[in-house]
């Protein structure tokens, strides 16, 4: 997967280089409501609950035709959801911060609406426990797809969207120097998402 990210950055880039038209640089951001997918069998209080995750980032979009196009983001995202710990009962301090790298295509329908789907990169950066552990590494990075549609009010698009991991995930939470706590879950989360372009070339 670095490597599909990496050629389609330098793809860009060539683009870039030849001079051709249609190229857009926005910002975003988004609030989503994240609700994942419980896949473990422990009572629900242990389980990850559900929460608010905000994100902002940057992307690099190129117009193929008038009413298509397709998008490069980078984003920042942190995600606070609630969470006991199995053996001690305590309330954890989740805190899992990420860089996101997602891959997007613009279809647009009737005038002013349009569709989107894409996948996203999604690399935690902190939050998680990567010390020695009797238990397997957390899964970094993971994977999710996405599907939503968008309305375009003069520069400014307004989208919301639906956004799932294509398989469970263990992710290993830190709760102090030498200990963690385990969860499996499947991101699932619903957003909405303001673009707005600052430099077309």
Known sequence: MRKLVLTTFILAACFVAQGQKGFELSI??????????????????????????????????????KSTGVSLGLEYA??????????????????????????????????????????????????YYDGVSAFSQQKIPEYNWQA?????????SISMQFSRGF????KRIKVSE?????????????FLKLEYPLWKF
């Not at 549609?149 to 520069?155: A, D, F, S």
């Not at 030498?178 to 619903?190: A, D, F, K, Q």
């Open 167 to 170: 398989s469970s995930v263990d």
């Open 148 to 156: 939503g549609m968008g309305w375009k009010i003069q520069n400014l």
């Open 28 to 65: 975003n951001s988004k609030l989503g409501y994240y609700f994942p997918a419980n896949t473990e069998r422990h009572p629900s209080e242990l389980f990850v609950s559900n929460a608010f995750s905000p994100a902002a980032g940057i992307s690099l979009g190129y117009n193929f035709f």
């Open 78 to 127: 942190h995600l606070s959801p609630d969470k006991k710990d199995l053996f001690s009962g305590e309330n954890l301090d989740v805190k899992w911060q990420s860089v996101n790298i997602p891959l997007n295509v613009r279809q647009g329908i009737w005038r002013n609406l349009y569709l989107t789907a894409g996948v996203t990169l999604v690399r935690q950066i902190k939050g």
């Open 178 to 190: 030498n200990s963690s706590s385990g969860v499996t879950v499947r991101h699932r989360e619903i």
